[in-house]
């Protein structure tokens, strides 16, 4: 007697998930021991938007630690830029490569027609929160417009 199909469905279920948890685990895994010098193939500002994008949690922690460690290497950030990047902050001055390291990449972005004019970059501030505009000029922030309150030096919360 065959069992009714609703009890093959958890099983089903649970293989298709174990066979994608397996090759999702796989793909991050498989380029790192097999190359060990894949971030030094990236460009600089790859590598910042790649540090700012990862989350703080245990799962990042490994990866972000490599990446942090190419940063040093290739000596992009300045002190006080790193000191801003820890605490998830950006100041006027900052290069680009320090606002993508603390912030990671923007949601949007409007390019001027004009070289003197600043790009426009957009970012939340937090989950709830307007969206940020930030200002830059020759890979430099040079200023943003934060709904609320002006902040001396901005913060995202993640």
Known sequence: MKPPRYR???LCLAAFLLTALSACAGLGTQSEPHNPYHLQKISDLQLCVVFGGFEDDWAGRASREKVESELHRRDLLTKNEW????EHRIARGMSLCGLYASWGPEISRQESQLESEAMRRHYFHCT??????????DQRVVGWELPGEPETYPRKIK
């Open 83 to 86: 000191i801003l990047v820890r």
């Open 8 to 10: 093959q469905l958890p």
């Open 128 to 137: 709830t929160c307007e969206p940020l505009t930030v200002w830059t000029r």
